[in-house]
Structures are given as C-alpha cells and as structure tokens.
C-alpha cells in the first residue's frame, strides 16, 4: 500500500513569513497525526485527527499554529507566522481508529518536510 | 510528560547484545516503540499494552512493567541495520497521543 505522503520536503522562509505543509494518509485510516521534530529531539505531537474531529491539540501553539482536515482524508498545517524555533522536521502520521488502543494502532510516519526559518 | 530514556547513545560490536530503558513518572496505558534512521520517517516497531505480554520481532524484544511504569527494548546480537535512534513513546490514555522520549542513538559497528 502506498504510505504517508507529504510535501514539500524542505522549506526555507523567513521569520514572520507563513508556510503550509501538505499530507495525505494511507487511504483507510481515520486517525491522522502532526508531529514537531527538533534536531536531537523526540517527536512532540501537535494535533491528532480522528477523521476530520480533533482529538488531542493540547501542545499545538494556537496563536501561530493552525490545521485543518476536512472531509477527513488529506491535512495542512500552517504556521502564521513564523519565528526562528519553528525550524524543524513536521511529520504527519496516520493510523487505524485510535480511541481504544489496542495492537492495530501502529502509526506510520512520512518522510516529513523540513523547515528552516532563517 | 516526556519518558526519559536511557542511556543516550551506545555503540556495539556486531552480535552484542543492548538494553535500552524508558521510564514514565505517568501512569501508562501502553509504550510504543520506534527505531528512526539519519534522515529518514520513525518506524514502528512495537506496542506493549497494559496487562499485555512481552513482545517480541525478530531478535528485538521488550517488556512493559505497569507498576514501575517503565519498559525496556531489548536487541540481541545486534546486526549493522540495528544502527538508527530508538523512541519509546508513552500513551497515558488509550488515545495514541504519544509522548516520546529524547531518544536512544544506537550504533553498531562491524
């Protein structure tokens, strides 16, 4: 099955400038995922979709963060505008129905998109 | 939130043996963990439920005990394609919104 895909892969803006990622899921699952990666860090989730209802936004920085999912499929994220410790990889994942846990709520990451805010 | 992981790094001689820790001062529904690559997506490698067993794939296994709230990831006889950095992630309610640690650089030399 073809995976996660997102573009672009890499961005540089400056700071104070605006810049949306793009993903589409693996086709079937209901759960989709942004993820903040800062060199040398874990993964820190952003926001978590359950089809197109937010699930978990609890660390995303809603004064210059924003991300939308409609019709439940394909996800952007956007940054509005952006400072200099914005830069790092956004992954989106996505995974079967989530809200119970259990042995099929393996998520798959994409390659991410790397950004520089320069 | 964050699990703390340890050690940090490690390197090993084809066909050692590794140990890596990841503790939680939350309780935990499940641990989930990941092995990422230099510039490539985390890939999954298991999850360990709450009242579950331990796990096992390949020559990587882990256990998870619920009431220290730790798990550990346990390689033996590492082979090269081990190398990469290794993330619990730690889900404190059944939702996979996971908290991952700052990871584990594993490398193995021949």
């Known amino acids: 099955e073809a995976g996660v895909a997102q573009s672009p892969r890499y961005k540089i803006i400056e700071k104070r400038q605006s810049v949306a990622f793009w993903c589409n899921p693996i086709?079937?699952?209901?759960?989709l995922y942004w993820y903040q990666q800062i060199l040398g860090q874990g993964p820190k989730l952003l926001i978590q979709f359950q089809n197109n209802g937010v699930v978990d936004d609890s660390q995303l920085p809603k004064d210059r963060f924003s991300a939308e999912r409609l019709k439940g499929v394909d996800s952007t994220l956007k940054i509005q505008p952006a400072k200099l410790e914005d830069s790092a990889v956004y992954l989106c994942?996505?995974?079967?129905?989530?809200?119970?846990?259990?042995?099929?709520?393996?998520?798959?990451f994409g390659q991410g998109t790397r950004l520089t805010v320069v | 939130q964050q699990p703390v992981q340890s050690p940090q790094a490690v390197i090993l001689r084809e066909g050692e043996d590794a140990v890596i820790n990841c503790s939680s001062s939350?309780?935990?529904?499940?641990v989930h963990w990941y092995r990422q690559k230099h510039g490539e997506a985390p890939v999954f490698l298991m999850i360990l439920l709450k009242g579950g067993e331990q796990k096992g794939h390949e020559k990587i296994s882990a256990s998870f005990n619920e009431k220290k709230q730790q798990s550990s990831l346990y390689l033996t006889a590492s082979q090269l394609s081990y190398s990469g950095t290794y993330f619990c992630?730690?889900?404190?309610?059944?939702?996979?919104?996971?908290?991952f640690g700052t990871g584990t650089r594993l490398t193995v030399i021949p």
């Open positions: 994942a996505s995974s079967h129905l989530a809200l119970t846990g259990g042995q099929d709520t393996e998520a798959f």
């Open positions: 939350k309780a935990l529904y499940s």
């Open positions: 992630g730690t889900d404190q309610t059944g939702a996979n919104n996971l908290f």
């Open positions: 086709s079937g699952h209901a759960t």
